[in-house]
């Protein structure tokens, strides 16, 4: 598997409206983008850090992946997102590892993205995404 950078760093939040100020005024950063993954049950919002981006992401559904981690844990990190070129063959080769996969193909993910989950208990305990942009995919 090639892994050519963090692509980004998702950060369980309450609010994004009480969140955004934060990463704005006190960090600097410029929020570019904010958008609704439905199927996720998540509302992102994301600012670039360099070649990565942090990505704050708000539930929409208490049933969801973001609306229970934030009922059991609070807010806080929660999950790294690497690029790489392919994720399916990524998949495959971390599945033939015995890595347990969350996603066994990839899924379409916030700003366009191929990405795919791998379980936190085989991960060392990180929620690790994998993502691909197809717009720059090298076959
Ligand atoms: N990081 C590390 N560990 C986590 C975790 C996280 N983000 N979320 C859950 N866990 C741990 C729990 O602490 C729990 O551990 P224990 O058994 O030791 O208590 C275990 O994983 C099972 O957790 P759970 O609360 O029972 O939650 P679920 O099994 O229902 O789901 C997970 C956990 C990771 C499989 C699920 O959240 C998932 O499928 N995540 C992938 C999709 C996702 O996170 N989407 C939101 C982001 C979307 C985006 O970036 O656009």
Known sequence: MEITHIEHI???VKSLETA??????VLGLKCYNVE???????????FKVGQ??????????????I???IEKKGEGLHHIAYAAN??????????????????????????????AFLHP??????LTELCEDPSKKQV
């Open 20 to 25: 955004i100020p934060f990463y704005e005024n």
């Open 36 to 46: 609704e993954v439905v199927d996720q049950k998540v509302k992102t919002a994301f």
């Open 121 to 126: 208990k085989s991960t060392c305990g990180v």
């Open 86 to 115: 392919d994720v399916q063959t990524s998949l495959n080769e971390v599945s033939a590892k015995g890595v347990q996969l969350i996603d066994k193909a990839p899924r379409k993910g916030a700003e366009g993205l191929n990405i």
């Open 67 to 69: 609306g229970k981690f």
């Open 52 to 65: 990565t981006k942090i990505e704050l992401l708000e539930s929409t559904d208490p049933e969801g992946a």
């Open 10 to 12: 998702g950060i369980a």
